[in-house]
């Protein structure tokens, strides 16, 4: 599968992770489709995993 970000084709993405205390991303885009990578289900499912992020409140909130 081909995944795009903000219109434009993923080419690479590079994910750190840190013994889950923290996550490092970096997404190479490219607007040619021809040079976009093809994901695999199981890539794209440990990319959407260690990238999920959910609200945990506000700042103001006590």
């Known amino acids: 599968m081909i995944l795009k970000a903000n219109g ?3 080419e690479n993405v590079a994910i750190e992770y840190n013994a889950g205390l923290s996550v ?3 997404i190479k ?7 976009a990578y ?6 794209y499912n440990k990319i959407k ?5 959910e609200v945990a409140g506000d700042i103001d909130a006590k």
């Open 38 to 43: 093809q994901f695999n289900p199981e890539e």
């Open 24 to 26: 490092n991303s970096i």
């Open 8 to 10: 434009r084709y993923v």
């Open 49 to 53: 995993g260690l990238m999920a992020l």
């Open 29 to 35: 885009l490219t607007d040619e489709r021809e040079s």
